[in-house]
């Protein structure tokens, strides 16, 4: 793959790389940092990147890596049971937005920041991103029985909290 | 606040996760699209205007700095090579590159020459009670700096028809000096008294035995099975702590 049609791609993916990156980071400086340093890694890398429909996946792959390194070297775990902090960052990124639906989901929004890392990820990956069980597998590293695991429960874990915090059905 | 929403249908989640999640910042899509240009075109051979030095910087920056990077991984590469040599070298000399009997007989020559000096030792003669029925008697022996000369005289009131007895008379031994070394003892036995010799046949170990221990330790061990009609499979032994007994030296 050339350069141009890989900067396309990564231009076109800045809303997946956000939300990959918003789910394992909180602040959002450090995930401008870890994809930055993740785009600047491919670019490097590309030559060895071997089937250029994989071009995504392989930026995915990188991204995360990136983002646990951030982590581990900033030593910026953010505390995924504040709530206060969460529903801040939520109301402060959607205060000026357009779609007026959002509105009525931050406590979705707020739900997924107690979920943990691996589990938020695997939710973003389903449901936000569209990839299947056996795609997240591979680029997680883990098994699909895992990854089903890990779904289901984060998605006990949301209705579990939606139901008792906001009164879902 | 809406009470009525459900968690039930996918595509309702789905729905809920799209429109649940922050919009991209736009401070996060200018730094991607920063990014992305200062990768595409920083080793590209684009034409420059005259204020635009950048391309020229970094590429020159690159090229210093990968070539220092090998520098330094050769001249890395370079010192453990030296090293690792240096230490194999080392090594082998001590360990393999000699014939372990050379290595040994000059060890020993060595403690030879330093203690040609030394005295033969007596080892106090002792009376050492084994268990109820038998007493070992140390006599005769002595250590000198080609080893111990053990001499043992067991007395006993055990009928050793009575296959429950332990006959310490024929019994293989092992010795473990006082640092915790142990060392297979080669036996003579005689009518009355068993005399087991550290020395002639001990020589090349000789070194490795500390002749300055306080004691040593006699344990002694059996093999499985009928050590006669079946093979001797070294590290077989059953060791009898319980029937070991300490002899004095000094």
Redesign the interface.
Known sequence: MDKDTFAKLVIESTDSLYRISKSILKNDSDCNDAVSEAITIAFQKLHTLKNDNYAKTWLTRILINECYRQQKYHHRIQLISNKNESVMNYLEHNHSTSHPISENYYDLYEAMSLLNDKQRLVITFFYYEGYSIKEISQLLKVSQGTVKSRLSIARQKLKQYLEEEYGYE | ???????VNHEE??D??????????E???Q???K??????Y?K?PISRSDNDYTSTTDNTHNRTWKTLKVVTASLCILIIGVVVYSAESAFSYDQFSIDDRQVEKSFTSETTTEKTSDKIISIPEQTIEIDSRTTARVINSTISPSGIILNIQFITTSDYSNKSSRNYNSTKYYVEDSNGNRKLLIGYPGDAARSVKLGVNWSADIDDFDTDSEYIKMIPYTIPGNSITSNYIPGTEIMDEEHSFIIRLK
């Open positions: 606040m809406n009470n009525k929403k459900t968690f989640i789905m809920q996760f799209v429109f649940s999640f922050p919009e991209t910042p401070l996060f899509k730094a991607v699209q990014t992305v240009e200062k990768n595409l920083q590209q």
